[in-house]
């Protein structure tokens, strides 16, 4: 079946600009993270979601970082006035519930350019 | 200090090797103990897990895990060049409600044929 898709898969933008960055969980999950992961680091947690509610959105940077999951499937990470070290990938993972015996699958991730 | 710990390498073996992974940690609130391969361009896929301290095998994989000393390790046997990835450890938490892994900045291997 269809894994957790990202896209775009790149984006360039300039500092300043608004971007928006999308994610389609595995069909039937109803656990949805996002992550941060920068060049040479792991994935750091930004935001975790059960259903249609931010959970947990703790690891948010700042208040230019926005994430919705309107109707509990597709997602989108929302990045106002970029800044050139919100260059990273940012990767989005799925799971079938929100506990740790849950694995989380990962798509393949934006990799965000900031000019 | 970081909670996880991790050497990135580079580590280059030759086929048939052995490889050991390790990592450490400074948080005795983690409760579970994963390892997570990530090919170039690729998303992160678990490969292991476990909760207790000793040793989990699975084929070529052995993960082990030392709470008292906080200390975590992957072992893999006869290496191959598709191994050639970037191994992640990763620790859960329960904080604020909700399952949160925090990773380790990953090893990169490359395994020559």
């Known amino acids: 079946g269809a894994g957790v898709s990202q896209t775009p898969s790149n984006k360039v933008t300039e500092k300043g600009k608004y971007v928006e960055l999308r994610c389609d969980p595995i069909?039937?999950?109803?656990?949805l993270y996002w992550y941060r992961q920068s060049l040479g680091q792991g994935p750091e947690f930004l935001i975790y979601?059960?259903?249609?509610?931010?959970?947990?959105d703790s690891g948010l940077p700042n208040d230019r970082f926005f994430a919705v999951r309107p109707e509990g499937s597709v997602s989108t990470l929302k990045i106002q006035r970029t800044e050139r070290g919100d260059s990273a990938v940012y990767l989005c993972?799925?799971?079938?519930?929100?506990?740790?015996?849950?694995?989380?699958?990962f798509g393949p991730g934006t990799r965000l350019t900031v000019l | 200090q970081k909670e996880v710990e991790q050497d990135p390498g580079p580590l280059s073996v030759p086929e048939g090797a052995i490889v050991s992974l390790n990592c450490t940690y400074s948080?005795?609130?983690?409760?579970?103990f994963m390892w997570y391969r990530q090919y170039s361009r690729k998303g992160p896929e678990l490969l292991m897990y476990?909760?207790?301290?000793g040793n989990k095998e699975d084929g070529r994989f052995t993960a082990q895990v030392d709470k008292s000393s906080k200390y975590i390790s992957l072992f893999i046997r006869d290496s191959q060049p598709s191994d050639s990835a970037t191994y992640l450890c990763?620790?859960?938490?329960?904080?604020?409600?909700?399952?949160?892994?925090?990773f380790g900045k990953g090893t990169k291997l490359t395994v020559n044929p």
């Open positions: 993972a799925s799971s079938p519930g929100g506990g740790w015996d849950n694995e989380q699958f």
């Open positions: 069909s039937g999950h109803t656990a």
């Open positions: 979601f059960q259903g249609t509610g931010a959970a947990d």
């Open positions: 948080n005795s609130a983690f409760q579970y």
């Open positions: 476990t909760y207790s301290s």
């Open positions: 990763a620790m859960s938490i329960t904080q604020g409600g909700s399952e949160k892994l925090v």
